[in-house]
């Protein structure tokens, strides 16, 4: 076995146990946090794979930013924990077949692939070709999404304001 | 190492967010599942470029995280809208809508 | 694993690992000792005396105190999160050092030359600041896992701060690291962007006022979490030193070519210490801003200063080719 091997499965498994947890927790709190540990252990993989680049973003955007939006929101709404509720007939008859049926598929068509890794330029020359990708050949779309960002921050700024009709809430209650 | 084990590694967690999207009852982590099928396809593509000695994977990555970002910001916005106004988060009785 | 070499190269790792962690730990609580007693000179009292000459075995005891403290668990609690929040803290804070080269060149130890940083990779300053993003989390879970309101308001608060200087302490490394060049005319912006920022964000090395506006008791995480728990958020003591020492290697023109090998760690230790130094002096003479004029000044000041930073500097990058 070889030390990629061995800490390929080692992040892996990780990520694999925090995405179960993310279903199996009923505190949103919790599920947040165990989807922060699946994103760590992606970057862990990002490593592995050699593009450091990306798994400094990860770890700064997604684990760092956007789900400390998360995690901002169900502490400022007091969110409880999960209601128990009894499974929708469309989840029972239609979602959960559906969904094992899409891992078997995944999981068999993968399976049956074969790709090898190429040999990569060294890993200076990654985080190089990647700014000259994106700020050459894909600068039109980077361009682009600073414009989505700011429509997504006006947009949150919009909905999220409390008209002046809303009656402010009164005391701590919690929300499930 | 073969690639194939990341790509099957995606596609458990993408799996894992489906389920996590059809059972669960709080909008906030059907949000979450969503997120946790963002992340694993951010692995396949990650994955396909560097078995393809490209870059352009890597891109596509940055590009995922950065409309995630956006996406997580209106999303929350929605959310908080909905627990103002309905008192709830369990999306069983935002139905208003239902027949 | 056999390979003599891979050997001695796993063995040297391990003992720079075992040495700095040991070093940096007794500097922080050194620190402080320091900023204790830099603060009462500049208001004209002694500070520590008591416990060994001029208070220096201060630190030592204050260990001993938190780690002998009944650590009073409150009813309530999440449990899990509000034993994991200190750590993670702690843990995080801790391995940044790992990426800080302490001086420019190798030394050779035992027949291997090793560079004078634990883990030497090509995203180094990316991972600094990924580590410290990941950072929000302790403060913000330990003040909900507190089931206090007051602990949840405080973490709340000083988490949304730390996010507001991040933001512009980043951008403003940023510009040092694109140009690697400093054109003078920008020095001033650089300064009020990087210098600036850690000031109000960072709690100060007194670990009695280690949350912003601690005095005001609403910053209160640290209104329940006592104890080793306390004790561990020496953590968010760690974290502000690591930006003065960030500050200090980016923005203090580093490497003396002349002065090279062992002493590069003495030249490193000298900057980080005078930083340190008119860091304690401008947190102690100056009145502390209130929570809300911090945010206003985080974004409405910083933010855009650290923006432009950043575009006049790709100007001048670009205008010099």
Redesign the interface.
């Known amino acids: 076995m070889t030390p990629q091997l061995l800490i390929f499965l080692v992040l892996a498994a990780i990520a694999i146990a925090g995405a179960v947890n993310v279903i199996l927790q009923r505190h949103p709190i919790h599920s947040a946090i165990s989807l922060i540990t699946v994103m760590i252990a992606l970057a862990g993989l990002f490593l592995l794979l050699e593009s450091e680049f990306i798994a400094a973003v990860q770890i700064i955007v997604y684990a760092g930013a956007i789900m400390v939006l998360f995690v901002f929101v169900i502490m400022l709404l007091n969110a409880g924990a999960e209601e128990r509720t009894d499974m929708s007939r469309m989840a029972c008859y239609v979602g959960v077949p559906l969904a094992i049926f899409l891992l078997i598929e995944l999981a068999y068509q993968i399976g049956a692939a074969t790709l090898s890794m190429t040999p990569q330029p060294p890993a200076e020359d990654v985080t190089r070709g990647l700014s000259m990708l994106l700020f050459q050949d894909f600068v039109f779309p980077f361009e682009l999404t600073s414009i989505l960002i700011l429509v997504a921050i006006l947009g949150a700024l919009v909905l999220a304001q409390r008209g002046e009709s809303v009656p402010a809430k009164s005391g701590r209650e919690t929300i499930t | 190492m073969p690639i194939s084990y990341y790509l099957a590694l995606s596609a458990v967690l993408f799996g894992l967010g489906v389920i996590g999207f059809v059972f669960k009852r709080n909008i906030i982590t059907i949000f979450m599942s969503i997120e946790l099928m963002l992340n694993a396809v951010n692995l396949a593509f990650i994955a396909f470029g560097r078995a393809l000695g490209q870059l352009q994977g890597q891109v596509f990555v940055f590009f995922v995280i950065v409309v995630a970002a956006a996406e997580a910001a209106v999303g929350l916005a929605i959310v908080i809208v909905i627990a103002r106004n309905r008192r709830s988060l369990n999306v069983e009785r935002i139905n208003l809508l239902k027949l | 694993m056999n390979d003599p070499v891979a050997r001695s190269i796993l063995l040297v790792s391990l003992v720079k690992v075992v040495v700095l962690l040991f070093l940096v730990l007794t500097a922080v609580a050194y620190l402080v000792w320091f900023e204790r007693k830099v603060a009462a000179h500049i208001q004209g009292r002694w500070g520590p005396y008591r416990v060994g000459p001029h208070g220096l075995l201060q630190p030592l005891a204050d260990g001993v105190k938190f780690l002998l403290k009944e650590d009073a668990t409150p009813a309530g609690v999440?449990r899990f999160?509000y034993f994991a929040a200190p750590l993670l803290t702690m843990t995080l804070a801790i391995s940044t050092i790992a990426m800080i080269p302490f001086g420019p060149a190798s030394i050779h130890i035992l027949g291997v030359a090793t560079p004078l940083v634990i883990a030497n990779?090509?995203?180094g300053l990316?991972?600094i600041?990924?580590?410290t993003?990941?950072g929000?989390?302790g403060v913000?879970?330990a003040g909900?896992s507190s089931n206090s309101?007051y602990s949840?308001l405080g973490g709340?608060r000083s988490?949304?701060q730390m996010?507001s200087y991040e933001l512009s302490l980043t951008l403003s490394v940023v510009g040092i690291y694109a140009s690697m060049i400093t054109v003078a005319c920008l020095a001033s912006i650089l300064f009020l962007g990087g210098w600036l920022s850690p000031f109000p964000q960072t709690p100060g090395l007194d670990w009695t006022r280690y949350l912003p506006a601690g005095v005001l008791a609403v910053a209160g995480v640290a209104l329940i979490i006592n104890g080793l728990g306390y004790g561990n958020f020496f953590g968010r003591i760690v974290l502000p030193v690591l930006g003065l020492i960030l500050f200090a290697l980016s923005f203090l023109c580093s490497r003396p070519s002349v002065i090279d090998g062992i002493q590069g760690p003495f030249w490193f230790l000298a900057k980080v210490l005078l930083v340190l130094f008119v860091y304690v002096w401008v947190r102690w003479t100056l009145p502390r801003f209130r929570y809300d004029q911090l945010m206003r000044f985080g974004w409405k000041v910083l933010f855009p200063v650290a923006l432009l930073n950043v575009v006049l500097t790709s100007l001048a990058v670009a205008l010099r080719k």
């Open positions: 999440d999160l990779i090509n995203v990316l991972a600041f990924a580590i993003s990941i929000v989390y913000a879970l909900w309101k949840l709340l988490s949304a996010i």
